[in-house]
């Protein structure tokens, strides 16, 4: 299965990402020809987490400093509460991910991920899930919060859990052979 040969994908992360809702992802990505590269704030590589522990570390492929949304078609999201937290308070971070949004490039965001997205301005108007101690957040940002499995809305999927993998997996690799999706309030982003 190659339905995403010759496409990239960055996958955004900092020390503290669930483990499985990264090497997973990246995994089915790769396994149906994808390039998946590593994109983080650290330099040379980036710290998991394992339910309740510190797991593997993971090379970093490209430094924020260094990467433009440009050079991707998509974009990968992993959760885990502490990745995300930092994610959403790092300007360069955020704007990496405006910039896919801007661009209708397909985003996939799992668990704790849509933090990042509130930030970056991206969950108004649009149907999303996430873990469930999210809801009020992404309500508050304009979101139409559910609790489903996972959720696609105009190139952006979303999941709950570890457990949502399979379907996130699936949904996410549809979305990004699909590619690009007309951009919802790109517009509206880019002027502010």
């Known amino acids: 299965m190659a339905e995403l040969s010759g496409k990239r994908v960055a996958a955004l992360v900092d020390n503290g990402f669930e483990q499985s809702e990264l090497l997973e992802p990246r995994k089915a ?15 040379s590589e980036v710290r998991g987490w394992k339910h309740t522990d510190w797991g593997k570390s993971v090379s970093v492929d490209r430094g924020l400093d260094e990467a433009s949304a440009d050079e991707y078609d998509a974009l990968l999201l992993p959760g885990g509460v502490m990745n995300p937290d930092k994610l959403r308070v790092n300007p360069k971070a955020v704007a990496f991910v405006k910039a896919f949004v801007a661009a209708g490039k397909p985003i996939a965001a799992i668990c704790h991920a849509p933090w990042t997205l509130i930030e970056a301005e991206a969950v108004r108007g649009r149907r999303v899930t996430s873990w469930p101690s999210l809801k009020t957040d992404l309500r508050n940002a304009g979101a139409n919060w559910v609790d489903e499995e996972c959720v696609v809305d105009n190139g952006l999927v979303t999941s709950r859990k570890p457990d949502d993998i399979p379907a996130f997996n699936k949904k996410m690799i549809e979305e990004f052979v699909e590619g690009r999706h007309s951009p919802r309030g790109a517009r509206e982003m880019v002027n502010r």
């Open 29 to 43: 990505l790769e396994d149906a020809g994808a390039r998946v590269d590593v994109v983080s704030p650290q330099r």
